[in-house]
């Protein structure tokens, strides 16, 4: 358990050295060709370990005092804290920080391709379709009919049921079961996801609750990513739907019939109850709760633990249980300290 | 990914046509051997996609407007929306149209039966007794003297501990694990359930936590079923029991010893903490939590979010956290809302 | 579904009979080598069960009208209880009654040592060193270089990374997978557990998300109990970190870089949002949720759904959405409920 290195040891891949100039060049800083550009970096790390061989980045005001005393060779900040950059330190100043922190790190660590490689444990149906350098781990299991596209990687212990569709470069985890779904490209599931299984539909009987059919399918938009443990079940008359480029956490709860559109984020622990859409760049933070059958309109942010039981305009920001605007959820608080503290009569 | 009617296309069988006189058999519907009833269905459809040669539903006020405009060949609906069909649609009017319409949908996509197949990698213990046409599937395990029933379906990588009585008609999802269980008869586990691990359950000792034995079992009565990644511990010193016909959603974590009376209802990502006991008819909504040793009534209902800390009684309802009647609820919500606009001093 | 005693039947190893004498030296209370101490018991049960070959245990005064009317033997009280203890009942009084309990469950139900066996089915990659007396379930897979300890029990199904490290005496439940992990020495990971995906990191691209390189590991403290379906995401560029002897329930999700000191508890369904920091003897309860790069004191106490938005100091009782000390909270519903019968103008 020694100490290391972000992204060193047995547990990453890792390329490199790369000059100060091939990092600029992946995030798109203009070059100066001065003899700084030839000093070369072995990687990546935070503020308070990174020696004059790494790169370090930051964006959160809360560690500025790490930056002050970092020994990084070079730092990727905003425009903000380059003043605070040490002397020693190259600063690489960005309008977004993250994200060429991100290229950078990715510069180091590049996703690794597939290969083309099927476990001999694994159990294929019949008339599956499987493109080009495919990886297929130890048992798994792909149902009759099923497409698999250029590139994909299925993990072990992996059950993808019938008919299933997967597009080219998905990445489908340890674990994971998916059914009556289509997938489209560099779709990416972490381990224990659930997708396609019934939703939960059922009818008061004579001789109790009986289960109703549920006759619709998921379907994943290209770029969608499903964070490990969370479920998504299949739509009963429709489609349940995750627009495209979207992200969603762990533990995750999507109702059958649900409609995400493009590039919404859905944090840890949220749930979202059947029929309920969302349109474009909608967030909901983690722990929030969506009753069934609403709308919450493009770019919403709805709070942690929000509970939101009524429709939510576009651009709204709602939080608190039953939801409402963060300005007023916040002066409910401080109305209520303030009579509180009055001990009313 | 082409449009198509809910339950076509490669994941679901279906059968049919059907005359309206067969769908009217099925809901118990009087028959009037009009012409009209020799009419052939080929399925269903919800109301904006559905053809002439589709029977369509309708149930909640909110979709009223579709109902207008819908080619639907024949609706089911309650007496308060028949006047709404349109002339060319057949309206079947029923008292629980939810449940005639689960029956309409059963009907064209029934359960498939069972076959008797054993897939030649599933890992079956010593003792095992398996019933007539069950169907085991890839990389199953079933420990030593287990009882499987007539008529389960075993699917692909679940892992059955030794000694787990499974009663006839039973379907275990992808990745189950159960253990220390015993299921009644038409038991359904939903993929990555849980049953049986060991409760949260340690004593402070001197030198750190000291894990508490798990003595008890769970025991799942007829009907029961959990859905996807929910999680139900075996008791400490009782069983952990799920009366027959419960409904539990994704996600939601039973503690040990908790008792759910029949027929009750729990939305996804509730939670119910040790010893709580719940008795027949009760329902729990999405994100819920009760706190251990307490007893909820009869036919209560506890809402989204509610955090329930003492007991409540039967028919009781209760939202909040700490959980309190629905009514007091809203209207401390209103009396705050009114009280935050006047800005106290 | 006979009745039966707690850890009795097909589930259960079971030793014994032991006598009052052995059950005295396991608790550590004192001999008196009276005739009593020769008395033989079976096993463990609850109040309302035990026989006279049972030993029984109290501790919530809730079940106080049990304890008058038990048949046990004996019975592992405190000492306010033990007046009331029938006059046929042996009370064994101790200070900690619930760990002492613990014990003599654990006398009657000892952990079964691990075996030396290697399924024929587990796959194990170049290079894994794997110890003495190592457990190695049906379809588990096991990547290069992993390290796996003496003694340990790796149930079926489960799915270790490449150079993951594992001490001795951990128990790996099914279905779990793990990997850019170092767990340290009797770890129990329970059914379901995901360890070391990718945390929840992207950043926002001129043609959507892009993900983060996650680079950091997650390191398990010894002795750390992780429950069934919960998550830990690894770190992004330092590790994620759970302290030696910490309990984590079921459903829990813990976000990359986040550090939990010694013997936290996290119940169940709780979240714990990116680089925020536990520190010792924490306690948070079920579906409790922290927000990111927070710092919580030794032995603060976050209640259950309570929201925490910012630093908790050592030993702070908090509770509430957003959370504050515990009794202002419940000042705060008093007060709401009282404004809310006024019916203010």
Known sequence: ?????????????????????????????????????????????????????HISFLDNRRYLPLLKETH????????????????????????????????????????????????????IGQNVEIGENVEIGPFVTIGDGARIGDGCVIAGHVAIGAAVEIGAGCRIGSHVTVSHAILGERVVLYPGVRIGQDGFGFAVGPDGFETVPQLGRVLLGDGVEIGANSTIDRGSMKDTVIGGGSRIDNLVQIGHNVTLGRCCIVVAQAGISGSTELEDFVTVAAQAGLIGHIHIGEKARVGAQCGVMSDVEAGADVIGSPAMPFREFFRNVATLRKLSRKKPS
Not at 94 to 112: D, G, M, N, Q
């Open 72 to 123: 990084a060779g070079a730092i990727v900040v905003s425009r903000a804290f380059a003043d605070s950059v040490p002397s020693d330190t190259v600063p690489l100043v960005c309008e977004s920080p993250y994200l060429a922190w991100s290229r950078v790190a990715r510069l180091f660590h590049p996703i690794v391709p597939s290969r083309s490689v099927r476990h001999p444990s694994a159990i």
């Open 1 to 53: 358990m020694s100490a290391s290195f972000p992204g060193e040891g047995a547990f990453f891949q890792r390329r490199g050295p790369f000059s100060l100039a091939d990092v600029k060049q992946a995030i798109g800083l203009p070059r100066d060709h001065g003899a700084e550009e030839a000093v070369e970096y072995e990687g990546v790390a935070p503020l308070h370990t990174a020696t004059k061989r």
